[in-house]
């Protein structure tokens, strides 16, 4: 355990897996009390997640650490608000809140897409965001303090084919951002986005399984490799830390610098 986040606590939405489950993980281990708010507590099957067969918040009691599940729909404000209650009761403080929870509907052409896939991504990214953020500004703002840190994704900078609905969601998570930004730095509260490309989560493995997918998504990037759960959480960490105390309204892309575009890569001799 360091000591970067001591005495802090933090709400973390999606939290069961993948991005949410790493950075609750890391928060933990800096000393943050975490509270995993997702619709179930088991870790999703397929992913690449530290003890799977522990539950995230099994997992940071193991490590020491304080943390408790709160089911929670991000898209129901009555769930949003009770995960909140429930942070405060158990550890009496809220200081950061991280919106990770998120879907992905893509592989059809807009015109083929349904209102469902739609909704879904709306629902859970953009109104997750909004449910979320809302209920902790109530929080931040009477005690003149507070960091949301919004997980995003490259999707919200650029658009990538056959997946609209999420491309929109993610460019309004952004918008969200920024406005938050603009209107609560005033009452000292910090807002900030990371944008992860396609990286090692349950979501991409069967692409990550698959060399000839693989070597495509690796010669995209001028890093040339996938990216990990840890390297999006040390960034979180970042941002909800006092190391960050001056970045604000910041989108911060952990792409491995795929935005730059294609890298030229000489031919093998």
Request: hydrophobic share 45%; aromatic share 6%.
């Amino acid at each position: 355990m360091d000591k970067q986040l001591q005495g802090r606590v933090a709400i973390v939405t999606g939290a069961s897996s993948g991005f949410g489950r790493g950075i609750a993980v890391r928060f933990a281990r800096a000393g943050a009390s975490v509270v995993i708010a997702d619709l179930v507590e088991e870790t999703a099957p397929g992913n690449f997640d530290e003890r799977p067969e522990l539950s995230t918040a099994a997992l940071i009691r193991e490590l020491g650490g304080q943390a408790l599940f709160a089911k929670c729909d991000v898209s129901r404000k009555n769930d949003v608000e009770a995960a909140t209650s429930e942070a405060i009761a158990a550890f009496g403080r809220l200081d950061i809140l991280v919106n990770n929870a998120g879907v992905w509907r893509g592989m059809t052409p807009f015109h083929e897409s349904s209102e469902a896939d739609f909704d879904a991504c709306f629902n859970v990214i953009v109104k997750g965001t909004f449910h979320a953020s809302r209920a902790a500004l109530n929080i931040f703002i009477a005690q003149q303090s507070g960091v949301i840190v919004n997980i995003v994704s490259t999707a919200g900078l650029r658009v990538y084919p056959l997946q609209l609905a999420y491309n929109s969601a993610k460019h309004a998570q952004i918008g969200m951002t920024r406005s938050l930004a603009l209107e609560y730095g005033p009452s000292g509260v910090r807002v900030n986005a990371i944008c992860p490309t396609g990286m090692k989560t349950s979501m991409n493995r069967q692409a990550f399984e698959t060399p000839a997918i693989s070597e495509m998504v690796e010669r995209s990037r001028p890093l040339g490799r996938w990216g990990e759960i840890d390297e999006v959480s040390e960034v979180a960490l970042f941002l909800a830390s006092d190391a960050a105390s001056f970045v604000h309204g910041s989108i911060i892309p952990v792409d491995g610098g795929e935005l730059l575009g294609q890298p030229h890569r000489p031919a093998p001799r």
